[in-house]
């Protein structure tokens, strides 16, 4: 009985190597893996292949068995580094978040290997968790060596945690592929100067910080005091701006998710007499932000500078012995020696951003602090600060959430902006406290009661040609399911014969991650609708094509919400009859209609577009679910939250 671990990068992933090596692996055996390019291509060559969201689903009894054992350690790990501080902040709290998402990959991977079957990991992507998975499926009973491996191509190579050189390497890659693959897909096809301009401005910021290194290696070896010098250097930079009122800290390449719902609150105070500051370490988001025209600090170059050169700071050698010794006293705990080297270096990053932090809380009298992506590590150090300052603090919940156990764990902020009382009600049910729920409406929606149907086709009409006397229809999904591209094929043809325009909106989520796998399935729509009339995108804007539509179509996307609120005709389908319980069924209240069969598809459409039908029944249904999902939809949101910010 075998358990290997694979990673790879998307698209250094050569799906023939794979399958040839687990041929040589005997039956019985399961591939589990996150990769649904290798999934598909693996079951059509006949192995037991199986996506790992839907082995081990995020909601359910085994979803609760799950968060409950990944609760319990990272309580051991919580309590065991709870005297490892600097300057009253917790190193822990750096990363207490991005550990205990990375224990529940443990404990899902755990689960899998009840199975007692030979079992082949394969994910996109490194985590330093995977050393403890091989650990565990030895102790089961596996064979099972502490290497893990990386598949490049057709090469494959393994290392082990001891191997730390290597690992750091392959994260560091990782990290620039991610880092290159936002920056390609970031634009669309357009280029443009702003475009150019962006681009340059982030490989400027990658070319300082190499350059700003080997300027503290030569100060280091002329003996200079380089401690004083860069933090010194930082303190100039951030203590500008005294009188800011509100500080945002963000780490998200997710605009449409997390930074949407805070642009009508920054345009807001633009207008206010409030001074305020945006603040993030992320390249990627510092490139969305940069897109928009969004004023902000990046603190990237100032991070990653320090985070190199804080190993010959005195205050680092006295933590990294003490970290030594947590992992030498506690090696009796589930993956500490297999995650020593993690932790030394989310300790490094966390003591740095701790740095910085101090400089911009101790140079302005902030009366609010906002973490965007609240869980993230800037964010919640900046958290920490807030609460041992006595700053008020607060994040916004995104959007619609199912309960997911593990999401119990995600705020860290007092206070959660809630955008209806579909949203109070979850994080109630997860255990958050209602004084810290403050019901306000998604700003992301204030002005979509401004939208004008009639200008939205015109802006359509130039941008893409699309005929604005003819009716609309988007379709606009959460993901890709399986045969996807075989229906939207056919519904284009449809929507030809009938003379309705069609625009497919692609989820922007595959601008960069599963890129290969989209593209694939567009090949295959191109191939089928040769000579046929739609329009495919994954950069128009979703309000200004809701707003031009006679008709949207989605699975359970958070799409559907922007278009009751929008006051348009729903449908939802679910072709692929895949289990949809625990999302917001929009047709459940009336305000869509849900449909499993294609042919029930056109049929309806027709009764929509052409003969008027269910129209009636469908704006009774949005009323019912308004209040659930934007909580007074009056355009008011942002001034809610605004006042809040400021109180």
């Not at 998402?101 to 079957?117: D, G, S, T, V």
């Not at 998975?133 to 290497?147: F, M």
């Not at 340059?200 to 002329?222: A, E, P, V």
């Not at 997710?254 to 930074?259: G, H, I, M, S």
Request: aromatic letters at 12%; proline letters at 2%; charged letters at 25%.
């Amino acid at each position: 009985m075998r358990c290997e671990l694979f990673f790879s990068y998307e698209k250094d992933l050569d799906v023939e190597t794979i399958n040839n090596y687990i041929e040589t692996i005997p039956n019985p055996k399961q591939i589990v893996t996150d990769n649904s390019i290798l999934h598909e291509f693996l079951q059509k060559n006949g192995n037991n292949s199986k996506m790992i969201s839907e082995f081990i689903p995020d909601d359910g009894p085994i979803a609760e068995e799950i968060y409950k054992k990944s609760k319990i350690l990272h309580n051991e790990y919580k309590k065991t580094f709870k005297d490892l501080e600097y300057n009253g902040i917790l190193i822990f709290s750096g990363f207490d978040n991005p550990l205990f998402r990375q224990l529940i990959i443990l404990f899902k991977a755990e689960k899998i290997l009840e199975e007692k079957i030979n079992t082949v990991f394969i994910f996109t992507g490194f985590f330093d968790i995977f050393f403890v998975i091989k650990k565990i499926a030895k102790e089961i009973g596996y064979s099972s060596s502490e290497n893990i491996g990386i598949i490049e191509g057709k090469k494959i190579s393994y290392f082990n945690y001891n191997s730390s050189v290597n690992v750091k390497s392959y994260q560091e890659r990782f990290s620039r592929k991610r880092t290159y693959n936002f920056l390609k897909y970031s634009f669309g096809k357009k280029i443009t100067l702003n475009n150019i301009k962006i681009i340059y401005n982030s490989l400027i910021q990658i070319c300082s910080l190499l350059t700003k290194q080997m300027y503290y290696k030569i100060r280091t070896i002329l003996n200079t005091n380089y401690n004083e010098l860069l933090i010194n250097k930082i303190y100039q930079k951030l203590k500008s701006n005294q009188n800011t009122k509100i500080a945002f800290f963000v780490t998200t390449s997710r605009e449409d998710l997390y930074l949407k719902p805070w642009y009508p609150v920054f345009e807001l105070l633009k207008k206010s007499s409030t001074s305020y500051e945006i603040f993030t370490s992320d390249l990627a988001t510092s490139i969305v932000l940069s897109k928009e025209n969004i004023p902000f600090i990046n603190l990237f170059n100032y991070l990653y500078g320090l985070e190199r050169e804080i190993k010959k700071f005195d205050i680092w050698n006295e933590i990294k012995i003490k970290l030594e010794n947590i992992v030498k006293e506690n090696n009796s705990i589930i993956g500490m020696n297999e995650l020593s080297n993690y932790f030394q270096s989310q300790s490094r990053r966390t003591l740095a951003i701790i740095l910085i932090l101090d400089i911009i809380i101790k140079t302005r009298n902030l009366k609010s602090i906002v973490a965007i992506a609240d869980g993230e590590m800037l964010e919640n150090i900046a958290v920490s600060y807030a609460k041992k300052n006595n700053i008020q603090n607060f994040s916004l919940l995104p959007g619609y959430i199912s309960p997911q156990p593990f999401l119990s764990e995600w705020f860290k902020v007092n206070k959660i902006f809630v955008h209806g009382l579909d949203g109070y009600e979850a994080l109630l049910k997860l255990g958050y406290e209602k004084n810290k729920l403050l019901i306000s409406g998604n700003p992301k929606y204030d002005f979509l009661n401004t939208l004008i149907s009639h200008y939205a086709k015109k802006i359509l009409e130039d941008q893409i040609r699309i005929d604005s006397k003819k009716p609309l229809i988007i379709i606009a999904m959460s993901r890709w399911h399986d045969n996807d591209e075989l229906w939207m094929s056919n519904f284009i043809k449809y929507c030809n014969d009938n003379h309705f325009e069609i625009i497919i909106k692609i989820h922007p989520v595959y601008k960069s991650a599963a890129r290969q796998l989209s593209e694939i399935k567009l090949d295959k729509i191109s191939k089928n609708c040769k000579n046929m009339k739609y329009v495919i995108s994954y950069d128009l804007d979703v309000p200004t094509l809701l707003s031009a539509a006679e008709l949207i179509i989605t699975d359970f996307s958070n799409v559907g919400i922007e278009a009751i609120l929008l006051d348009r005709p729903l449908l939802t389908v679910n072709f692929s009859n895949e289990s949809f319980e625990y999302v917001l069924r929009y047709h459940e209240y009336g305000s869509s209609l849900y449909i499993e069969k294609y042919q029930d598809l056109e049929k309806i459409t027709k009764e929509i577009i052409i003969e008027k039908k269910y129209l009636r029944e469908l704006s009774n249904g949005r009323r019912k679910i308004i209040e659930l999902v934007n909580y007074k939809n009056d355009g008011k949101a942002g001034e809610r939250i605004l006042n809040s910010l400021n109180h």
